[in-house]
């Protein structure tokens, strides 16, 4: 251990640099190499310019969810994604008006790496809250390193679905 902490307290020579430099470069191209194998395998990515979030999500789990309460999440989710990797305004037709003033106030800057993927909603689950609540968990892949969940509350408003919540807010 005192040899290891002596080299360490040495300063390199100009004649060993090269040789460190190749192996940390080694080093990172092998923990590279290993992170992607390890990687769990995307679903093929489209090129267009529309979001992909299937409609063939599963049915809402309590038979008592209105279909509109699906369709207002996947559409929240659509404009969300569309918005959050900076492919176009924020624009929320399935979000309530504090929601969507919120979001709207929020100035994002993209990198172009996020700006060309495109979100997948894999699987959705709906839970009720109450009479006029809904919990939406979906989990989401976006074609990064691993898929994430996000959670929406849904509630009727003026007898129509809204996405009231994003998160645990």
Do not use: C, N
Not at 137 to 154: F, H, K
């Amino acid at each position: 251990m005192r040899r290891a902490r002596g080299l360490l307290a040495q300063p390199l020579s100009d004649a060993e640099r090269p040789r460190l430099f190749a192996l940390v470069a080694a080093g990172l191209l092998a923990l590279t190499l290993a992170l992607t194998l390890l990687q769990p395998k995307q679903p093929p990515s489209r090129s267009g310019a529309s979001l992909t979030v299937p409609s063939a999500t599963p049915t809402p789990s309590p038979a008592s969810a209105p279909a509109g309460v699906a369709l207002a999440a996947r559409g929240f989710l659509r404009d969300y994604f569309a918005f959050l990797h900076g492919q176009r305004r924020p624009v929320f037709a399935y979000a309530s008006g504090r929601l969507a003033r919120r979001l709207g106030s929020y100035r994002l800057r993209v990198p172009p790496a996020a700006r060309a993927r495109r979100p997948v909603v894999l699987r959705t689950s709906i839970r009720p809250l109450g009479r006029s609540r809904w919990l939406v968990r979906a989990t989401v892949s976006d074609g990064d390193l691993a898929a994430y969940p996000i959670e929406l509350t849904v509630a009727l408003r003026d007898a129509r679905p809204v996405v009231t919540r994003l998160g645990e807010e």
